[in-house]
Nanobody, 131 residues
């Protein structure tokens, strides 16, 4: 079973940067599809970025393109979300999530953004951006 632990959330001013970390445990990490989601109060959970760990292929929501970068450090079994030029509308609880590790790259490309398709979830880390 994969366990995910997020960290790195903080309160920053508009235009600032943060790096979120998602530390994974479990023997399916290297073949997993790992995504970052966020959920603001009163809003649905939305996918921000995803990565197929095995190949390093990355995927982004339009809101994240050009500002956010997802990456992984396999030696540390950790997936990162580097967030730059943060805006107040980026304020949310950020979660990382992963699949079972058996679906492959193509599945990840098509499903990284769908919260109901990912089965392992972390507890979340809060990001607050003030104007």
């Amino acid at each position: 079973r994969v366990q995910l632990v997020e960290s790195g959330g903080d309160s920053v001013q508009s235009g600032g940067s943060l790096r979120l970390s998602c530390a994974a445990s479990g023997n399916t990490y290297y073949s997993s599809c790992v995504s970052w989601f966020r959920q603001a109060p009163g809003k649905e959970r939305e996918g921000v970025a995803g990565i197929f760990v095995g190949g390093g292929n990355s995927y982004y929501d339009n809101s994240a393109k050009g500002r956010f970068t997802i990456s992984r450090d396999n030696a540390k079994s950790t997936v990162y979300l580097e967030m730059n030029n943060l805006r107040p509308e980026d304020t949310a609880m950020y979660y990382c999530a992963a699949d079972e590790g058996v679906n492959g790259r193509a599945w990840c490309q098509n499903n990284w953004w769908a919260p109901h398709r990912l089965v392992h979830w972390g507890q979340g880390t809060q990001v607050t951006v003030s104007s």
